[in-house]
């Protein structure tokens, strides 16, 4: 069965300074990857998606994260926190189940940017 | 991409009462899901709405607890029925803009329900 965990629920780092979200997978078969981020009080936003292409994707605001199939990773990374960076992360994986592709959610990692 | 919008953004209840919320995209999609996220949780698949078919529910719910209707192909309602404080949650709607090429979904803004 596919699953997703985010090995960590909150993650906090100064403006200006790197940043790392981590994200495991387990999948019988190649899986599709994706991360959507939450802002306070509004919908998810898809940041980026892996379909089996390229492993290094990059995404919107400057993010960007690496498929590693041999660590089955897919850690989030953006070079320079911006405040409004700060919300909630959440890595996916797909999932093919009673006919369709659905989606599985892991927990959440809550980024803060301070100043 | 699709744009979605839910009805209403957010709402009170009183426990015993039923809500329908809607949900309305900018154009036509074969796949729509309704998903759960409880108060500081991660999403929850409650169930898949394809038009001209009968919902299909994830474990853990049932349709008449949450039935659904997916009259046409750019629109769909959730309700939630004999409520409880445990039903408070934010509901979200999705839609697969194109499975043949990928499967990532696209969410409406979410409607947060209060039961009191």
């Known amino acids: 069965a596919q699953s997703v965990t985010q090995l960590d629920s909150h993650v906090s780092v100064s403006e200006g300074t790197p940043v790392l979200l981590r994200c495991n997978y387990s999948?019988?078969?190649?899986?599709?990857l994706f991360w959507y981020v939450q802002h306070p009080n509004k919908g998810l936003q898809l940041l980026l998606k892996?379909?089996?292409?390229?492993?290094l994707v990059k995404g919107i605001n400057g993010f960007e994260a690496e498929f590693k199939k041999s660590e089955t990773s897919f850690h989030l990374t953006k070079p320079s926190a911006h405040m409004s960076d700060a919300a909630e992360y959440f890595c996916v994986v797909t999932t093919f189940s009673g006919g369709y592709n659905k989606l599985i959610f892991g927990a959440g990692t809550r980024l803060a940017v301070h100043p | 991409s699709a744009v979605i919008s839910q009805k209403p953004s957010r709402d009170i209840c009183q426990r015993g009462t039923s809500l329908t919320i809607q949900c309305q995209v900018d154009?036509?999609?074969?796949?729509m899901f309704w998903y759960r996220q409880q108060p500081g949780q991660s999403l929850t698949l409650i169930a898949t709405?394809?038009?001209?078919?009968?919902?299909?529910?994830e474990s853990g719910f049932v349709i008449d607890k949450f039935p659904i209707s997916r009259p046409n192909l750019t629109f769909s309602t959730l309700t939630v029925s004999n409520m409880s404080p445990e039903d408070s949650s934010i509901y979200l709607c999705?839609?697969?803009?194109?499975?043949?090429?990928?499967?990532?979904?696209?969410f409406g803004p979410g409607t947060r329900l209060t039961v009191t």
């Open positions: 892996y379909t089996s292409a390229a492993t």
């Open positions: 999948s019988s078969y190649s899986p599709s």
């Open positions: 999705s839609v697969v803009a194109n499975p043949i090429s990928s499967y990532e979904q696209y």
């Open positions: 709405a394809n038009q001209g078919s009968e919902a299909t529910y």
């Open positions: 154009s036509q999609v074969t796949m």
